[in-house]
């Protein structure tokens, strides 16, 4: 996939936080208190030096400043994109005390990043061999961080990703107002320069290859396969063309071309970031009528409410209180979303049945886990379908570790990125004691 | 309505604020439009034997993203024609014959000042400003700071203008000096009758770190310039109460130096100056920014009860004295308001690495929230320094507070001279 279609349909998109001039950045980098101990520091997954990279703004030494991002995290210039920075680093800036604006973190991480990016700094090499291989599960944010730590250290690392191209959700999942494909691309690109990663896609462990088999080849495991397809919603009508899951299409339209020609009322069924997304992209994309039909109401949605202020600025309505109970169709196709509404303990009201027309339905209610996988892995343990781990990221099984979504369930890339790291660290050591 | 007439040494100007010598201060057209926009007068752009100027001329020190905190210029005294130059003023004086126009000369033979100061009066200036202060350029060639650095040349050029001038002389003081007393003594005793200080202090502003090359640029070399601007404030002021507070010194002064609007204006005339004269703020922001002068100081000659300038010049003099008539048993001590801070703990960094380590973090910081984040201050080791209060992002948060320790008043000088009971140090672990 690194060559996408530059018409692909995710190019009508342009950036909802536009990129800083040199000017812009440095007026925003010299407003930042530089705070001793900072909270911003705290709120952040990775635990990046904000202060620190901010004043490197400000001082021109960006060259300085995009690596002592990156030295935290790898990835920070996909974080600087899709960080919901409103409730970490910017969300905990003491300016939010006093009445100021807060420093736009994520807007002067983007400029260094960036910069380095378009500069083609390069700040790591790997380690001296140890003669150790690692092999990784997945090849998402979770994954390429960890690699990337690990040939730090001079471990040898191959990533095994069923899909043709590695990069995750990063790449395939983030509103492209946000970031587009093939700039994550770029990132994966940049995060393999180091060298020494071996990419194995279209192999599917536990189908092509089996656990054991990777156990064989490698001295420890690092489990990063992510999440599955998008759950569905075993009502009547749930075959009907035109009923679909969320990421799937999400997928669809960044990396390819997506004809919405004939969808002029879509309903979105969910209340998380990924219907936010899909409602706003839909909008976006041309389609005139775009409802969120969600369970619960506007203040118990989990969804940011940031990314709802900004979805219904595009025109978004919502259906709060919404249950959907089954799709109504004819020659196969969807043609509505039969709904009940929910009292405020959850209760369908009585008589409240309704149908919501649409000529297109995206189901973003979560996706499967994948805990299953490792079923026949003694030692290590899933919950509610994500691999149990604990400090170091570790499995129940010595050697094996988790991060990312498969592991958390599905978090932020800053998350998947932090626990990449922080399981190889752990591997490190492990490997480390073994020698 | 306060009156904010300005008299210094006879020159008298509806308000105190003048353009300094300078580039605002090149032209009849330039000079009429700061009229306009509301400046009491103007010291136009030195007149002498007209110069060729390079370029580039200035160069500025960027803080925090703003250009200019700190000035720099190589340019020289007037490039233009003197006749051009006499006619304009005479036309000024004759459109605006309340404003106070200055000529500020430099030439070197006593028959040049004689001929530069008598078309000076024919064309109505209502005073003359005697520039032995430019440090770049002209100081190569005898004049400006070559004749300010040398008390004797000082005063003898100036007893030859005296000779001659029928309306006020104020010297234009050079601060590229050890010490300024004796350099304002000198005008004096040369029959000055007032004083203007500071011109700008010899500098380089910066470096080309890519080409090797001194700032400003000129054909891939440099020289030293004159810097100006408000970093340069500070040592203005100091040099203006140095004057104003010794007893031999009797004449008036115009400060000049870094002053940026009505409030540093104000600080210059607490401390001994009778008008004062803008050059860098207007090269920055234009003409424009006397309307807030003028507002900025009547209102705050309202609230102070001043009715006239004369009230309130030299005001901050008395207050100026030695170190060592300081009262070393005065303590003050640091308050940090729980209900403003924010938590940034700046204060707190500031202490352990620049101070007397007696701010320390709350046990709770850990917790994030701005209450959690309350730096504690030990009390007992506070030594009043002020840094916590400076760093301190948030107006009023930080407050110096004074504490009744017991002892009284007593000086360095005291405690020499009678034995004085001074508290114990704090801080000095």
Known sequence: ?435 | MPDLTSNTAGIISPNPFWLASAPPANSGEQVMRAFDAGWGGAVWKTLGQPIQNVSSRFGAIRWKGAAGVGFNNIELITDRPLDVNFREIAEVKKRYPKHAVIVSLMVESKEEWREMIMRSEDAGADGLELNFGCPHGMCERGMGSAVGQEPTVNERITSWVKEYANVPVLVKLTPNVGDIVPHGLAAQAGGADGVSLINTIKSIIGVDIDNFTPQPVVGGRSTNGGYCGAAVRPIALHMCAALARDPRFNVPISGIGGITNWRDAVEFLLLGSSSVQVCTEVMLKGYRIVEDMNEGLNQYMKDKGFDTLDQMVGKAIPAYTEWGELDLNFEIVAKIDSQSCIGCQACLVACHDGAHQCIHPSPTAAELTPESRVPIVDESECVGCNLCQIVCPVEGCITMEQVDNGFGKASWNDHLVRGAQLRPKKGAH
């Open chain 1, 1 to 435: 996939m690194s060559k996408l279609p530059a018409d692909r349909s995710e190019s009508v998109f342009s950036d909802f936080k536009p990129a800083y001039s040199s000017n812009q950045a440095r007026v925003e980098a010299n407003r930042c208190l530089y705070c001793h101990d900072a909270p911003c520091i705290t709120a952040c997954p990775t635990g990046i030096d904000i202060p620190t990279f901010i004043r490197k703004i400000a001082t021109d030494n960006v060259r300085g400043s995009a690596r002592t991002i990156f030295d935290s995290n790898i990835l920070g210039m996909s974080c600087a994109r899709v960080c919901p920075v409103e409730v970490l680093c910017v969300g905990d800036c003491v300016y939010n005390h006093m009445g100021v604006p807060p420093i736009q973190i994520g807007k002067l991480q983007r400029y260094a990043t960036d910069a380095a990016f378009e500069a083609g700094w390069a700040f790591y090499e790997a380690g001296a061999d140890s003669g150790k291989s690692v092999g990784i599960v997945g090849g998402g944010p979770a994954a390429l961080a960890c690699a990337h730590r690990l040939r730090q250290d001079g471990h040898a690392v191959t990533i095994y990703d069923k899909r043709n191209h590695i990069g995750g959700l990063n790449a395939t999942g983030v509103a492209p107002y946000k970031m587009p494909a093939d700039r994550a691309m770029d990132e994966v690109d940049k995060v393999l320069a180091i060298g020494g990663i071996e990419v194995q896609t279209g192999v599917e462990v536990g189908a092509d290859v089996s656990f054991a088999e990777l156990e064989d080849r490698h001295d420890a495991l690092f489990l990063a396969f992510g999440l599955g397809p998008d759950s569905r919603l075993a009502v009547q009508g749930a075959e009907l063309a035109g009923v679909e899951g969320a990421v799937d299409f999400i997928e669809r339209f960044k990396t390819g071309i997506e004809d919405l020609s004939e969808v002029s009322r879509a309903i979105v069924v969910g209340g998380g970031n990924t219907a936010l997304d899909v409602v706003r992209e839909l909008r976006v994309l041309g389609v005139e009528q775009v409802t969120m039909a969600y369970r619960g109401t506007e203040a118990r949605m989990s969804g940011y409410a940031h990314e709802w202020a900004a979805a219904k600025v595009e025109g978004v309505v919502a259906a709060w209180q919404t249950q959907p109970i089954g799709f109504e169709g004819s020659d196969g196709k969807v043609t509505g979303v039969r709904c009940v509404r929910l009292d405020a303990n959850k209760k369908p009201i009585d008589g409240s049945e309704h149908v919501l027309p649409a000529d297109r339905v995206y189901l973003a209610i979560g996706q499967s886990k994948l805990g299953a996988l490792v079923d026949g892995l003694d030692g290590v343990e899933t919950e509610w379908g994500c691999v149990k781990v604990g400090a170091g990221q570790a499995t129940g099984r010595p050697g094996v570790y988790a991060g990312g979504d498969c592991a958390n369930g599905g978090k932020e890339v800053v998350n998947a990125v932090a626990e990449g790291r922080d399981a190889a660290i752990a591997i490190h050591a492990y490997l480390s004691a073994q020698a």
